[in-house]
């Protein structure tokens, strides 16, 4: 909270009906409440007191939030009710940008619009299927161009959705595969065409006395390879490991879909292996055991030690036979730049293709200044977006291409010149 000034309540200022209504907003937005949790809080800001906005938005705080991923949304929607007495205007802002003179120059933040979205619950929304002149007469809008509501949501940011459209996003993500090539081997198997079995065709020979009859073929045989995943859920890359999470449990679900195991690492502060919750069957299920497991969500980066921990513990049991690892993370990192550089190269030379996923690439100026990218870059063969369903849908597409690259020689060119 940055200010804490004597609170102003909305209108009709009645104690607990307006704590009863911002806690069926945080509801609609995501925060499972019940009356138990409703009376809690009255009781519990009857005792603390509102006279200061501080205690206040704590007291509520205490009673409503119970995981850290709550918390943002919890104090967009304080905010939006609370704070500021024209909250409609900025509610209906954060969800129509341009409609009827309520104008935004940005974005909504992280949140915002569920907060938003939450609190208006449909009420008072324009209708924009029916447009109409200042005059009253309708106007008529060729919509034939224009691209379908499922179009849109695929180009729309991860961070940007609300929670109907996560919802939606999540409906199409548990649809999508991620096909990989087959890896061929040195091992054989007995074919009706291909190259001739030499051993095969001359035993057949010896039992027809030294005739040979006919041939013999085999062609080799394929196997497919691991995937490896490492995924950075710290507070700047949550909404998107969340959305890029119910993506692997697609995959790693998908059966005859190529991979022989998926193995998915969570990292912020620490590493932890979530592959055996991936295994389950219900996503809500498998990533609430997942979010139960990692408790470092929304905290704080560590990428280089991780790192150090999964070459160390793990690289020797999951990196076999050829694995490809999807490393996705901002690469936002204060610890020492040449210790994540090595960690990194020893990864590269673990795995047969290492893809960095980064949402940071959605922005057409971004240039791998910070520390960490410009370490981790050179070592990585493809380094690609990964902040909308379109953006996955790309990497699906060409990650049995072993000369894709993705945006990684641009950015080393930036890089060089800067």
Not at 41 to 66: P, Q
Not at 147 to 165: N, V, Y
Not at 170 to 180: E, Y
Not at 315 to 332: E, F, P, Y
Request: hydrophobic residues 45%; glycine residues 6%.
């Amino acid at each position: 909270m940055p200010e804490y000034a004597p609170l102003d309540l909305p209108d009709d200022p009645k104690l607990a009906g307006n704590i009863t209504h911002f806690a069926r907003a945080l509801r609609r937005a995501g925060i499972p409440i019940g009356p138990g949790r409703i009376i809690d809080a009255i009781r519990a800001v009857e005792t603390a007191g509102f006279t200061e906005k501080r205690d206040f938005y704590w007291a509520l705080h205490a009673c409503f939030v119970s995981k850290p991923e709550q918390r943002t949304v919890f104090a967009q929607i304080f905010r939006l009710y609370w704070r500021d007495p024209r909250y409609l205007e900025h509610m209906m802002a954060a969800m129509l940008p341009a409609v009827r003179g309520v104008q935004e120059d940005r974005g909504a933040q992280a949140a915002e619009k569920r907060a938003a979205e939450a609190l208006l619950d449909g009420a008072g929304a324009p209708d924009l299927d029916e447009p109409e002149a200042e005059d009253g007469t309708e106007i008529e809008v060729d919509a034939s161009l224009t691209m379908s509501a499922e179009e849109k949501l695929k180009t729309l940011d991860f961070e940007q959705m609300s929670t109907a459209e996560m919802a939606q996003a999540k409906a199409m993500l548990a649809r999508m595969r991620l096909p990989i090539d087959p890896i061929p081997t040195r091992r054989t198997r007995v074919a009706g065409l291909g190259r001739i079995d030499a051993a095969r065709t001359l035993r057949a020979a010896m039992r027809q006395g030294g005739e040979l009859h006919d041939l013999k073929w085999k062609t080799p045989r394929t196997r497919y390879p691991n995937l490896v995943v490492l995924c950075d859920i710290s507070g700047s890359m949550s909404q998107y490991s969340r959305a890029v999470l119910h993506f692997l449990h697609a995959v790693s679900n998908a059966r005859g879909a190529g991979w022989a195991r998926v193995h998915a690492f969570t990292f912020g502060t620490r590493l932890t292996n979530i592959s055996r919750h991936l295994d389950q069957r219900d996503v809500d299920a498998a990533l609430k055991s997942a979010g139960a497991e990692a408790q470092d969500w929304e905290g704080g980066t560590r990428i280089g030690a991780c790192l150090e921990a999964f070459n160390r513990d793990w690289s020797r049991r999951v990196m076999g036979q050829g694995a490809v690892v999807l490393l996705i993370t901002d690469g936002l990192d204060r610890d020492d730049p040449n210790a994540l550089a090595k960690q990194m190269e020893r990864l590269h030379l673990s795995s047969r293709r290492l893809i960095w996923i980064n949402p940071l690439l959605r922005w057409d100026e971004f240039a791998p200044k910070a520390r960490g990218i410009a370490a981790m870059l050179p070592h990585v063969d493809s380094f690609r977006a990964g902040h909308s369903i379109a953006s996955l849908e790309e990497l699906a597409a060409v990650i049995s291409k072993r000369d894709d690259v993705g945006d990684r020689d641009r950015l080393l060119l930036r890089q060089v010149a800067s």
